[in-house]
Every structure is written in structure tokens, then in C-alpha cells.
């Protein structure tokens, strides 16, 4: 069975610290692979997604960054949060190269103060 | 210009009532998904249903492409049924640009 594993569950850090929010993937071999992002009261909004190692789309600017350095794994990263950087984060990923059928992790949520 | 907007943006039910929840689209799409959003935050996905009517256990969404709306019906409403649901689309198939609605809050009370 595939399992996604989100971590950290919750960070709090300063303004213009740096950031590292990852996501594993477990028995499933080329996963499509999404990050999304809510803050607080508001959206959820898709922020990247991958289809392939080392191949990573942006869709939304909130001065943040994706990798997909293997596989089976997905960063989302930051080298100075914003305030704005607030919220919820959840990676997803998919069999399909459409979102029709999605699979979330449980979230990490951050708080910049 | 919000693009999935979601009605009613909360709902209060007695438990076992039905409720029904509202989706429309500032564009055609044959895209259309609803999810469940846990207290805690987890999306779970519900139904795909880019047309037509689609039903899994007790729920049952509706979508008409041409009238550009999409509704969940949740029959006998329990309370674990309580949270968050959330309609989203994507503008073309494999566009890979999921947008979401601000959602409808419900709550089931005993």
C-alpha cells in the first residue's frame, strides 16, 4: 500500500529565517507530486507540482521554492519567510497526470512571527 | 475574480437531515472535484465528477457543464460529517492547475 508522509507536522520560525518542508512517498514509483498551500481562514491554493525527478512547476509566486530530488520525495523551501509564509501546507500526489484522483499527507502547519 | 465559489459558506443541520452544497464556475470545465477537509486540516478526496451525476455511498454530486455548477448532496447527514468541504477545478484536463473554492463549513449537530 503507498503511504505520504509530511514533516515537520508544525514549525514555528522567525521572519527571514529559512525554510525545509518535505514529503515522502512510499510504494508508488513515479508519483505526480502537488504542494498547496492555506493560510489561515482563507484558500487553498496549489503552489507546485512535479512529474518527474528534478522537474518541478510553479503555479503560484509566494517567493518559495520545490525540488524533487528523488523519486519518492518532494521539498518546499525557503531561504527567508515572510510573514505571508503563514499557514497550512499540504503535499499530495497522484498515479495520473491529472489531479483526478489525489492523495494528501496530513499538513504541516507554520507559523512565522 | 474568484473562480469556484462555494454556497452556502456555512450550514447547520440536525443530525440525519440532508444537506446539499453548491459549486459555480467562473468558466466551463469538465474538471470538477470534491474534497473533505478534516478539523485537523487533512483533504480527503470525495468525488471526481467531471459530468453528469456520480454517487459513492451517501453522497451524490451533480455536475452540468453548460450551466457551469457543480452540487454535493449528503443524504442522512451524520456527525461525523462535520467539517469542511471543498469544490475545485481544473480549467482543462491535465492543465495541472487545480483551483479551489473558499469551501462550506457544516455542521451536524445530535
Known amino acids: 500500500a503507498q503511504t505520504i508522509h509530511q514533516w515537520p507536522v508544525a514549525e514555528i520560525k522567525a521572519v527571514g529565517s529559512p525554510l525545509s518542508l518535505g514529503c515522502t512517498i512510499k510504494?508508488?514509483?513515479?508519483?505526480?507530486l502537488y504542494w498547496y498551500w492555506q493560510a489561515t481562514g482563507g484558500t487553498l491554493q496549489q503552489l507546485f507540482y512535479?512529474?518527474?525527478?528534478?522537474?518541478v512547476e510553479s503555479v503560484v509566486q509566494l517567493n518559495l521554492s520545490a525540488s524533487r530530488p528523488k523519486d519518492d520525495q518532494f521539498i518546499l523551501s525557503t531561504e527567508k519567510l515572510l510573514l505571508s509564509h503563514s499557514g497550512f501546507y499540504l503535499c499530495a500526489w497522484s498515479p495520473y497526470t491529472s489531479q483526478n484522483t489525489l492523495y494528501f499527507g496530513a499538513g504541516t502547519r507554520l507559523s512565522v512571527l | 475574480e474568484q473562480q469556484v465559489q462555494q454556497s452556502p459558506a456555512s450550514l447547520v443541520l440536525q443530525e440525519a437531515e440532508n444537506a446539499e452544497l453548491q459549486c459555480s464556475f467562473s468558466?466551463?470545465?469538465?474538471?470538477v472535484q470534491w474534497f473533505y477537509q478534516r478539523p485537523g486540516g487533512r483533504l480527503v478526496s470525495l468525488l471526481y465528477?467531471?459530468?453528469g451525476t456520480k454517487q459513492s455511498g451517501r453522497l451524490t454530486s451533480t455536475t452540468v457543464i453548460k450551466e457551469r455548477r457543480s452540487s454535493l448532496h449528503i443524504s442522512s447527514s451524520q456527525i461525523t460529517d462535520s467539517g469542511t468541504y471543498l469544490c475545485?477545478?481544473?480549467?482543462?484536463?491535465?492543465?495541472?492547475?487545480?483551483?479551489f473554492g473558499k469551501g462550506t463549513q457544516l455542521i451536524i449537530q445530535p
Open positions: 475545485a477545478m481544473e480549467p482543462t484536463e491535465g492543465a495541472d492547475r487545480l483551483t
Open positions: 510504494g508508488k514509483s513515479s508519483p505526480n
Open positions: 512535479s512529474i518527474t525527478v528534478g522537474q
Open positions: 468558466i466551463f470545465t469538465n474538471q
Open positions: 465528477n467531471p459530468s
